[in-house]
């Protein structure tokens, strides 16, 4: 069965640190990848999507990037952060079809910036 | 443009009883997905029940029915006999076919009451 893992669970920064969140995915080859941003009490934003090693799509590049090293791992980066990077932040994981595959979801990473 | 609008910020029933959670829809597409996802408080996003725009018949999953309605772009989830454990959010989603973006709704937080 397929298992996607996503740390840390919570992370406390200050501003203009760097950031690096990772996800790996079990059991499955050549999966969608994506991170998604979840403010307090909202909807899910879509950040960084990538059909493979090396391919990353931005839907709201701001100050944070993705990579792919390996097929299964995906990885969340700033620079530095601002303090509106604070929010609840989720690895998902879909088969490569279109349209009718379901996202598989990690349990978030809680980024408070202060 | 796709946009996902669930209308019901926040939802009561009473244990056992059935409850039925809004979501509109729109898109130009003719071919997409729609999903629904469970959010309990810890955080975890859980995948319950897909419905493709040309399926013909309504989507079931135990407990969990879809109400698709295509021509008023409406595909409403249906908890029957509702748990206490049914206590979260729900998030209402579509991805068009052919696509990799999928697009949440604002969520409805569902209390059940004992």
């Known amino acids: 069965s397929q298992t996607i893992h996503q740390w840390p669970a919570t992370l406390v920064q200050p501003v203009g640190s760097p950031l690096s969140l990772e996800c790996t995915v079990e059991?499955?080859?050549?999966?969608?990848l994506y991170w998604y941003r979840q403010a307090a009490g909202r909807g899910l934003q879509l950040l960084f999507y990538s059909v493979g090693i090396g391919q990353i799509s931005s839907e709201v590049p701001q100050n944070l990037s993705a990579s792919r090293p390996q097929d299964r791992q995906f990885i969340l980066s700033s620079k530095k952060l601002l303090l509106s990077d604070s929010g609840f932040y989720l690895c998902a994981w879909s088969r490569p079809d279109r349209g009718t595959s379901p996202l598989h979801f990690g349990n978030g990473t809680r980024l408070t910036v202060t | 443009a796709q946009k996902i609008t669930q209308t019901q910020p926040g939802m009561f029933v009473q244990e056992k009883e059935a409850v039925t959670l809004d979501c509109t829809y729109d898109?130009?597409?003719?071919?997409?997905?729609l999903f629904w996802y469970k959010q309990p408080s810890s955080g975890e996003m859980i995948f319950l029940i897909y419905q493709g725009s040309y399926d013909e018949q309504n989507a079931t999953e135990g407990r969990y029915s879809l109400n698709f309605q295509k021509a008023r772009k409406s595909a409403n989830l249906v908890i029957s006999a509702s748990q206490l454990g049914d206590s979260a959010m729900y998030f209402c989603a579509m991805r068009e076919s052919g696509g990799f973006k999928t697009i949440f709704g604002a969520g409805t937080r569902l209390f059940v009451k004992a």
């Open positions: 898109t130009s597409d003719q071919s997409y997905g």
């Open positions: 059991g499955t080859s050549n999966p969608n």
